[in-house]
């Protein structure tokens, strides 16, 4: 069986190749080579559960879009946002996805001190984002800007705060990697379920990279 | 302590309610009585509760949406009867009571009918069809069907404690906001629908990935069976589509509980906005509905014509376009709100090429019965009744998709009529095929021929009386959602309607009639062989009921219609294919997690309902251990030893080989 399959399909990494392959290569998962390893289709199955994540931020981020200027008498972006504060927000995410890829090479290497550490500093810094966001929700709160003055300020701190809140679900999950790691080591299901981890936590930065451009940029600018 | 929840929640001054309530009561307290007794509940506990295997979820899925289809049923004799007899009197209905009606009848059937229905059938069918032992993530997939009973079990919940919403299926601000609608049925509305909806992602998430990543060697995508692929397209709208819902409820939420102004008239929000999102879910959720059932008609007729679909590349084509253009056609629901000539007519000519691909496939199966040697069982019969049907109510739907012509039907029983002709001649019909044609897949018998003839006849005699009358009365002006009216006009009619509900209530006693029938007379209605209408795809190859593991060694599929293949090249060598090497089977285990995920998005959904606050902490902390202890699971496989495997697939061959050398036999 694999050998028709390899025979027929060839590698699908080679341009326009068909070149004989041995018998024992199969390309299971796609085309006509069979079910895919586990690895792939909890990979796949989160990422099409990432894709459908961002369908809904697309939402909120239309939305945003109708609302921005529907500011009901009250501030706007102009006079509310502190681009410096989103900066260092924004310098904490990314270095703490800089973490978060140096704790997968750790689970790569099977290097358990190294990971954690790794691991420790990637939570930290999204704690660092965390709370800096908090502070800056808090404090338009204390200026009369909170989320019940305007459709625009709704818009805002619903789509900003669905960010935070994934970010905070995130920090939940990373914990529960840290101690089933430590618990159980680096068994197969464990390191599949951390790639998906790794890849919700860098998938919110793609979230954060649109959300810094569209509200704070744009809103700052204007 | 117990937030907004007083004795006065609940309505005892109304009859109609309370009584209604207290059977449902008497039926579960019964069910439950009986399952006890009998000592049940641990076999229900571990074969069904806590099962992952794809096979038993779907069947739990179709129950509920059968269960649902009673009560949403209900609803609808209700409705026909209160508009027969309200001609220039109140009726027996009062309007704070006949709004409730048709907003739970819209909220249950799309969403705890036609939905579970559609899915449990999917569930069920697809790892079977593409020859793969389970689905991509088994747990996952329990917890996505006990969300959806949370849900359902929400709506009937507010029957008694409360109410429900008096919006409509679909909640439409300022009336759904705090201001207009104080009481507690939006939120229950938006609640159950939130928890479903969460259970609806997982499910389309978990079924994207079985089709992409786990088919049989040989199973190229374009050998899938048509079901397959309508199920694919199915589900990636639901993947698409269904995040829009939980964003645009979830903003209604926030406004309600915490004052937001999305959807408020005062503070900037945007009424028409929501009109927007909510219909970027709703109209890809139609197609979420149709594409399978085209999938199921699409294996019916070509099984029952004894010959292959005709043009299944085209086929495959048309699904998927019907997949793209399904986001591109929402506006049509409110051609009225004023959006300009321009954008109207773009997405009336988007709206009307949606027709194109669904035409092709209508043709497809013309054809395909064109020169088969057609045989007349049940799930053929919905098939042709689907095809006059739907035609129907597509050309109605393609004059509704004229703006000018919207603008006098908008919103009339016009409407009510042109989405009930799609979705009982188009969904129901083909869920009704699929669980006739399936069961004994299911089950290992069949169900009763002639009842199942006589609730075909009945519903569809039923469906014509009932809604043609509709058409009629849109014409002549009549809104929809009317308590009561006074125009003599309409009177004749409306009482045709209701006679028309009568005769599906009919239809309805003989499936129910069907179902006892069959189960009491289950030994002379086996299916022995597995194969009992002669299918042409691998769900045929299995006995019935399948083994746990569906497939002992998995199939080498080598064209379309990968069994019919096989079982021609068996019948012209008169022998099976060599005896294959069998190999121990991993398959994941019974986990309890869906049911206990469900019991705390219960807690939480009731909490939040009602302000209950310390109940919605607690229900989060439990919801977080349970998915810690699960992730703590070690061992979440078991493994089936060769010689057990062997030993099953062993009774399914002897069985098949008897029945081809009882083929070979000269007659």
């Known amino acids: 069986m694999s050998a028709t399959v390899a025979r027929e399909f060839g590698d699908p990494n080679r341009v326009g190749g068909s070149r004989k392959l041995p018998p024992t290569w199969v390309v299971s998962g796609r085309g006509e080579g069979g079910p895919a390893p586990k690895r792939i289709v909890t990979g796949y199955g989160f990422w099409i559960f990432l894709l459908s994540d961002i369908v809904m931020f697309s939402a909120f981020f239309a939305t945003y879009a109708v609302l921005v200027r529907a500011t009901a008498g009250g501030p706007d972006g102009k006079q509310l946002f502190d681009l410096r504060n989103v900066a260092v927000e924004t310098g904490c995410l990314l270095a703490s996805s800089f973490a978060c890829g140096m704790a997968s090479i750790a689970v790569h290497q099977r290097n358990l001190p190294r990971f954690l550490l790794a691991m420790a500093v990637t939570a930290l810094f999204g704690a660092a984002f965390l709370g800096l966001e908090i502070n800056e929700f808090a404090g338009l709160v204390a200026r009369g800007a909170g989320p019940t003055r305007s459709a625009f300020l709704s818009a805002f701190f619903t789509l900003v705060g669905c960010h935070g809140l994934h970010v905070t679900a995130g920090l939940l999950w990373l914990l529960t990697m840290m101690a089933q790691f430590v618990a159980k080591g680096f068994r197969a299901d464990i390191i599949r379920r951390f790639a998906c981890f790794s890849l919700f936590w860098h998938a919110l930065d793609i979230i954060w990279v649109a959300l810094f451009t569209v509200v704070y940029l744009l809103g700052a600018g204007t | ?667």
Request: aromatic share 16%; glycine share 10%; hydrophobic share 50%.
């Open chain 2, 1 to 667: 302590m117990l937030g907004k929840l007083t004795w006065g929640a609940i309505p005892f001054d109304q009859p109609i309610p309370m009584v209604a309530s207290a059977v449902v009561a008497l039926g579960i307290c019964g069910v439950l009585a009986t399952i006890t007794i009998k000592g049940w509940l641990p076999y229900l506990w571990r074969e069904w509760i806590t099962s992952v295997d794809h096979k038993r979820i779907g069947v739990m899925y179709t129950l509920l949406a059968l269960v649902m289809l009673l009560r949403g049923f209900s609803d609808a004799i209700m409705m026909r009867s209160q508009q027969a007899l309200a001609y220039q009197s109140p009726g027996y209905l009062p309007p704070e009571h006949y709004d409730q009606i048709f907003s739970a009848h819209g909220t249950l059937m799309i969403f705890f009918v036609a939905m579970p229905f559609v899915i449990g059938l999917m569930n069920f069918v697809l790892p079977l069809q593409l020859g793969a032992r389970d689905v991509a993530f088994p747990t996952l997939n329990s917890v996505g069907f006990w969300l959806t009973a949370t849900g359902a079990l929400l709506v009937n919940i507010s029957l008694v404690v409360g109410e429900f919403a008096r919006t409509g299926w679909l909640p439409y601000p300022p009336l759904s906001e705090i201001t207009y609608s104080p009481g507690v049925g939006v939120d229950y509305y938006l609640w159950s629908l939130e928890i479903s909806g969460v259970g609806t992602l997982v499910s389309g998430v978990n079924l994207v990935t079985t089709i992409l990543k786990i088919r049989a060697p040989g199973m190229s995508y374009l050998r899938m069976p048509m079901f397959c692929w309508t199920a694919l397209a199915s589900n990636l709208l639901i993947v698409a589509a269904f995040p829009i819902l939980t964003a645009t409820l979830s903003m209604l939420l926030l406004d309600r509980y915490l004052g937001f102004h999305f959807f408020t008239d005062d503070g900037g929000g945007n009424v028409m906005m929501f009109m927007n999102l909510i219909w970027a879910w709703g109209h890809p959720e139609v197609y979420i509905l149709i594409l399978p059932a085209f999938g199921i008609y699409s294996e019916v007729v070509s099984t029952f014509s004894g010959k292959p679909l005709f043009g299944y590349r085209s086929m495959v084509l048309a699904t998927m376009a019907i997949c793209i253009l399904a986001f591109t056609v929402w506006l049509h629901h409110f051609f009225t709100m004023g959006a300009g000539a321009d954008v109207n007519a773009i997405f009336g000519i988007m709206s009307m090429i949606i027709a194109v691909p669904t035409g092709v496939k209508i043709f497809n199966w013309l054809f395909t019965m064109y020169g088969g040697r057609v045989r007349f069982a049940t799930p053929m019969l919905w098939s042709i009744g689907f095809m006059v049907t739907f035609v129907i109510g597509g050309m109605t739907g393609v004059l509704l998709a004229v703006p000018p012509a919207d603008f006098l039907l908008h919103n009339s029983l016009f409407l009510v009529a042109h989405f009930h002709n799609v979705i009982i001649g188009g969904v129901l019909f083909g869920a009704f095929a699929g669980y006739t044609y399936w069961f004994p897949k299911a089950f290992g018998f069949r169900l009763h021929e002639g009842l199942g003839q006589a609730a075909f006849w009945f519903w569809i005699t039923g469906f014509y009386v009932a809604f043609m009358p509709l058409y009629v009365l849109g014409f002549l002006g009549m809104t929809r959602r009317m308590q009561h009216y006074d125009i003599p006009a309409w009177h004749p009619w409306t009482l045709i309607a209701a006679g028309g509900a009568g005769l599906i209530l009919i239809g309805i006693g003989f499936q129910v009639a069907q179902l006892v029938y069959s189960i009491r007379h289950r030994a002379e209605l086996r299916d022995e062989t597995g194969d009992p209408w002669d299918g042409r795809s691998l769900e045929w190859a299995t006995p019935s009921p399948p083994p746990a593991f569906n497939f002992a060694f998995l199939p080498n599929v080598q064209g379309e219609d990968a069994y019919w293949g096989i079982k021609q090249r068996a019948r012209e060598q008169l022998r099976m294919s060599e005896l294959p090497d069998y190999q121990p089977i991993e398959m994941p285990r019974n986990s309890p997690t869906g049911f206990i995920c469900a019991f705390f998005a219960t807690l939480m959904g009731f909490a939040l309902i009602w302000h209950i606050w310390w109940l919605v902490a607690l229900g989060m902390v439990g919801a977080f251990a349970t998915f810690v202890v699960f992730a703590w699971r070690d061992e979440d496989e078991y493994i089936i030893p060769a010689e057990e495997v062997a030993r099953i697939d062993g009774a399914n061959r002897a069985l098949r080989l008897a029945e081809l050398t009882h083929a070979e036999q000269p007659a």
